[in-house]
């Protein structure tokens, strides 16, 4: 069974300030690891995975994220958030092909 | 190129009557992804093929939802005698074949909301 948590349902940062977003998951698999972006009204966008290469894995739009199996973490991180960051992310975990999604976080960015 | 896409967008129904769900995935993409987004939620797996063979549709909640992909395209899920529960945003991906066996990116479509009255 695998599941994943995201630790904080809205995350509120100034432009400028780094962003951290939350995520736990539960894998009886090494598992594949994903974060995801939804702008309103848009669809999902990939921002980075983890398929157990480098622990730290940089996305776009200067997002990354560490795995650190020791934890079961795969937060996600930015040094700087920009207005346009602001949205609704999603980490998720896989299971072969079967992907598992959190409830999602989101992020609001004050000018 | 064009993208992942999904008809309708928005589809309103009354309670007992079947609706049909249309997802045309990236051209030559392998894989394609069915899932449903309750507001607030994550989307949730229900189903997804390879080419034309459904490979797992654990995800599916009940025998009143099916889906297919007859030419390893375009797929459509469908709902039989719907019910106010199955309100929700239906959401589409597709993916190409993974040179590392394990899962690849998946674009996803920009859903269709739907309400069941």
């Known amino acids: 069974a695998q599941s994943v948590t995201q630790l904080d349902s809205h995350v509120s940062v100034s432009e400028g300030t780094p962003v951290l977003l939350r995520c736990n998951y539960s894998?009886?698999?090494?598992?594949?690891l994903f974060w995801y972006v939804q702008h309103p009204n848009k669809g999902l966008q990939l921002l980075l995975k983890?398929?157990?290469?480098?622990?730290l894995v940089k996305g776009i739009n200067g997002f990354e994220a560490e795995f650190k199996k020791s934890e079961t973490s795969f937060h996600l991180t930015k040094p700087s958030a920009h207005m346009s960051d602001a949205a609704e992310y999603f980490c998720?975990?896989?299971?072969?092909?079967?992907?598992?999604f959190g409830r999602g976080t989101s992020l609001i960015v004050h000018p | 190129g064009a993208g992942v896409s999904q008809s309708p967008r928005y589809k309103v129904t009354k309670r007992g009557q079947d609706v049909a769900l249309r997802c045309d995935p990236i051209?030559?993409?392998?894989?394609l992804y069915w899932y449903r987004q309750a507001l607030g939620q994550g989307p949730e797996f229900l189903t997804y093929f390879n080419y034309e063979a459904q490979q797992d549709k654990s995800g599916l909640p009940n025998d009143r939802f099916s889906a297919e992909r007859p030419e390893g395209s375009i797929s459509t899920l469908t709902i039989q005698r719907t019910e106010q529960r199955d309100s929700a945003m239906y959401r589409c991906a597709s993916s190409a074949s993974s040179s590392s066996g394990g899962p690849n990116e998946q674009f996803f479509g920009p859903g269709t909301r739907l309400t069941v009255l």
């Open positions: 894998s009886s698999y090494s598992p594949s």
């Open positions: 998720v975990v896989s299971r072969g092909y079967i992907p598992t």
């Open positions: 051209s030559g993409h392998v894989s």
């Open positions: 983890y398929t157990s290469a480098a622990t």
